[in-house]
């Protein structure tokens, strides 16, 4: 995998100037000639393309989407995960908070392995299931050998407090361009025990907002306490792209 290359799609994901483990990225992740993109009125996602990333506007297969369970196609589980407790450190870029990893973490899908990179959490969630939107949403961003990138969605419900979660928050830095050292985060921990999902084609969520991108919803959500989903909002404010028009596109579902 060539570094040119996760630097350009990375930006996308991460959007802002901090790097990942190994990885370098833009110094303007989150610009565009000079134009700096949010979730504001006049800088947000009905204004990206405006800005000068028409695939923001234009795109046929854009995430997030709004699953309709009764048109998914049934599909054969091909998911299996092999995460380890490699995380590095966790950053707040101005956009989101991003935990980066070593990249030992895999994840197989149809037979097709990942690596682990990052993760990073939007509120409320971007996904949504038959209009049901979460209050708190993780991707957790993967890349393969041969440049390609998969993310899987977990959604996080109001509920019981979440040790391992507590672990971000208490980490997670308040200041934009900070970063805090976050070691050994049980990643696993943080999915929910079942590995059913929905499957699209879909794209990065944020500008420049790249095709090509598969998606793997987890059903079933995991719990965490409205603290919890309250401290990580204080700092992330809504930073949530809404649903994309799906175009004729096929959800798989996987129990």
């Not at 950053?91 to 070593?102: I, P, T």
């Not at 109001?158 to 980490?171: F, P, S, W």
């Amino acid at each position: 995998m060539t570094n040119k290359f996760l630097k350009f799609v990375c930006a996308g994901f991460i959007a802002s100037s901090a790097a990942f483990a190994g990885v370098d990225t833009p110094d303007n992740g989150g610009h565009h000639e000079g134009v700096h993109w949010g979730y504001g009125e006049e800088n947000g996602p009905k204004q990206w393309g405006k800005l000068g990333f028409e695939t923001c506007a234009n795109g046929k297969a854009q995430s997030p989407i709004n699953i309709i369970v009764k048109d998914t196609k049934k599909a054969k589980n091909a998911l299996s995960f092999a995460y380890k407790s490699d995380s590095q450190n966790i950053v707040n870029n101005g956009h989101s908070l991003q935990v980066n990893f070593d990249k030992q973490g895999t994840i197989t899908f149809k037979k097709k392995k990942y690596n682990l990179v990052q993760l990073h959490f939007h509120t409320p969630s971007e996904n949504h299931i038959d209009g049901k939107e979460y209050p708190l949403e993780m991707h957790l961003v993967h890349a393969s050998s041969d440049n390609k990138f998969l993310v899987v969605a977990v959604f996080f419900d109001e509920g019981r407090a979440n040790q391992i979660l507590q672990d971000v928050v208490n980490t997670a830095p308040a200041q934009v361009d900070s970063t805090n050292d976050l070691t050994n985060l049980n990643v696993g921990a943080l999915l929910p025990k079942s590995h059913s999902y929905y499957a699209f084609m879909g794209s990065l969520t944020t500008p420049p907002c790249t095709e090509g991108v598969q998606f793997v919803v987890l059903k079933d959500s995991v719990q965490a306490s409205k603290e919890q989903i309250e401290a990580l909002h204080a700092i992330l404010h809504d930073d949530a792209r809404e649903p994309q028009a799906l175009n004729g596109r096929v959800v798989e579902f996987a129990q």
